[in-house]
């Protein structure tokens, strides 16, 4: 069965300052990853996901995620945090063929300060 | 067009009672899927519609749970007899891809259920 870690409860970070959240996953073909944000009282908004082809994968607000398939990791980064992307990030992994369930991690929270 | 909603957005429920969750998805998608995110943890499956089949019950977490989706789009999360432990916020998402193929879901924004 597939299974998500996400190792860092809680992170804080200044500022401008560079973001990387961390993420394994155990699945044994081809998964599909995606990361998601949730702030207080919302639903889960999708930054960014990978299904194949290039492993270094563009998203919303200026977040990227690389796949490295030998580390079984698929990291979530940020050049430069602002204050509004303090929130609840959540990593999730689903199976390659059919539309099936995520599964997610824990998730890190991310506290950003001035 | 308008995103997954859910209603109620909150719920309060004395213990023993039966509630009723409601998730209206996105227009057309196919599938659609419940999961229950307790205080603190990541969202984790309970059921999972391709139209009006239910394909996957499998995380439905006892027979007080029941969900339907009658006519292949609103879908009914229904639980009887609500324990304590059934507080948590419950998230519906659809997707418009049936089986195969490349897919993402889109989240509503939750209910969140309190049993007193």
């Known amino acids: 069965a597939q299974s998500v870690t996400q190792p860092d409860i809680h992170i804080t970070v200044s500022e401008g300052a560079s973001l990387e959240l961390r993420c394994n996953y155990s699945?044994?073909?081809?998964?599909?990853l995606f990361w998601y944000v949730q702030s207080p009282g919302q639903g889960l908004q999708l930054l960014l996901k990978?299904?194949?082809?290039?492993?270094l994968v563009q998203g919303i607000k200026g977040f990227e995620a690389e796949f490295k398939r030998s580390q079984s990791s698929f990291n979530l980064r940020k050049p430069s945090v602002h204050w509004s992307d303090a929130a609840e990030y959540f990593c999730?992994?689903?199976?390659?063929?059919?539309?099936?369930?995520?599964?997610f991690g824990k998730g890190t929270r991310l506290s950003v300060i001035a | 067009g308008a995103g997954v909603s859910q209603s109620p957005r909150y719920k309060v429920a004395k213990r023993g009672q039966d509630v009723a969750l409601r998730c209206d998805p996105i227009?057309?998608?196919?599938?659609l899927f419940w999961y229950q995110q307790a205080l603190g943890q990541g969202p984790e499956f309970l059921t999972y519609f391709q139209n009006e089949a239910q394909l996957d019950k499998s995380g439905l977490p006892s027979d007080r749970f029941f969900a339907e989706r009658p006519e292949g789009s609103v879908s009914t999360l229904k639980i009887q007899r609500t324990q304590q432990e059934d507080s948590a916020v419950y998230l519906c998402a659809s997707s418009l891809v049936g089986n195969g193929g490349a897919y993402e879901q889109y989240f509503g924004p939750g209910t969140r259920l309190t049993v007193t």
């Open positions: 699945y044994g073909a081809t998964p599909y």
């Open positions: 227009s057309g998608h196919v599938s």
């Open positions: 999730a992994v689903g199976i390659y063929s059919g539309n099936t369930p995520l599964v």
């Open positions: 990978y299904f194949s082809g290039d492993t």
